[in-house]
């Protein structure tokens, strides 16, 4: 079994800063891509950042310059440092990530709310 778990959501005033993090855990041969998807009420998930395995970065247009995705492979563990904040970053933030157990499996984590106050 193989579970993700994020951390590191909250309420913050606008041009602050939140860093989320994303640990993967359980029965895992070994970890492909990672990322950070979002979804605000109303709205469909939204690729907010990925990082492949080699550090290989892509961002949305909307969080580009603001947002810094980093992955420790040793602690099979994904960041998201997220500076700038604006009210239309608030959002539930989900982790994502390619596991090889050796099968394939696309894991989700349960998300992380993220509130930016004007």
């Known amino acids: 079994q193989v579970q993700l778990v994020e951390s590191g959501g909250g309420l913050v005033q606008a041009g602050g800063a939140l860093r989320l993090s994303c640990a993967v855990s359980?029965?895992?041969?070994?970890?492909?891509?990672m990322g950070w998807y979002r979804q605000a009420p109303g709205n469909e998930r939204e690729l907010v950042a990925t990082?492949?395995?080699?550090?290989?970065?892509r961002y949305a247009d909307s969080v580009k310059g603001r947002f810094t995705i980093s992955r420790d492979n040793a602690k099979n563990t994904v960041y998201l440092q997220m500076n700038s904040l604006e009210p239309e970053d608030t959002a539930v933030y989900h982790c994502?990530?390619?596991?090889?157990?050796?099968?394939?499996?696309?894991?989700w984590g349960q998300g992380t709310l993220v509130t930016v106050s004007s």
């Open positions: 994502n990530a390619d596991v090889y157990t050796p099968g394939y499996l696309g894991v």
């Open positions: 359980g029965n895992i041969f070994s970890i492909g891509a």
């Open positions: 990082i492949t395995r080699g550090g290989g970065t």
